[in-house]
């Protein structure tokens, strides 16, 4: 079974630039979830979706950051315009509900590098 | 959100049992407590997880005192390919759950 897939693997551009990054969760997933991780930092949540819903996007910063899930599949995150410090890996998690009790094990993708110059 | 604190860093040779403890004092009633594990250029990667005494799997066991206060994930006889970050997160189960990560254990393993 396939994982999580994300595209750009790597993209660089020049500050105020935007920039889109693509995720297939795996699938029959229906949570989906973005990360920021900075060098040396373990992952941020940025946003949370159930199905085409985003539920949780209060870590999203929402003057240059937007995120959509149009069909419940696949994602995109997009940021305009990218500043310097977005410089990050921006990692797709995706899960499925998990009966009972405890958390449900999240899948993630590798993740994009985006660097800012 | 309970908060996490763990070791910045641990060594080991290759072939030795590994604990990493993890302290959660604040931790509530509904939390459970999630190990994950990441490689270099990779999204972490779960582990296991457990609510309380011991959980054992194909990979790890997972210590959890009658407090709750603190764990302990135990890799058996490492190898240098579990030269890895470890995270240690806490929170209530379920899908509305928001896992946070701290900095994580840097595990090194060499010959």
Not at chain 2, 78 to 95: I, K, N
Request: charged fraction near 20%; glycine fraction near 8%.
């Amino acid at each position: 079974e396939a994982g999580v897939v994300q595209s750009p693997r790597y993209k660089i551009i020049e500050k105020k630039q935007p920039v889109a990054f693509w995720c297939n969760p795996i699938s029959g997933h229906n949570t989906l979830y973005w990360y920021r991780q900075n060098l040396g930092q373990g992952p941020e949540l940025l946003i949370r979706y159930e199905n085409e819903e985003a539920v949780d996007d209060s870590q999203l910063p929402k003057d240059r950051f937007s995120a959509e899930r149009l069909k419940g599949v696949d994602s995109t995150l997009k940021i305009q315009p990218a500043e310097l410090g977005d410089s990050a890996v921006y990692l797709c998690a995706s899960s499925l509900p998990r009966p009972g009790l405890g958390h449900n094990e999240q899948f993630f993708g590798p993740g994009t590098r985006l660097t800012v110059l | 959100l309970a908060k996490t604190t763990q070791p910045i860093s641990m060594d080991s040779y290759e072939g030795q049992e590994v604990n990493i403890t993890c302290s959660h004092n604040n931790i509530a009633t509904n939390d459970y407590i999630t190990w994950y594990q990441q490689f270099p250029s990779q999204g972490p990667r779960f582990i296991i997880q457990g609510y309380k005494t011991k959980v054992t799997n194909e990979v790890a066991s997972l210590f959890i005192p009658a407090d709750r206060k603190s764990s302990t994930l135990s890799l058996p006889r490492v190898s240098l390919s579990d030269t890895a970050v470890y995270y240690c997160l806490v929170g209530e189960g379920g899908t509305a759950s928001k896992l946070t990560f701290g900095t994580g254990t840097r595990l090194q393993v060499t010959l």
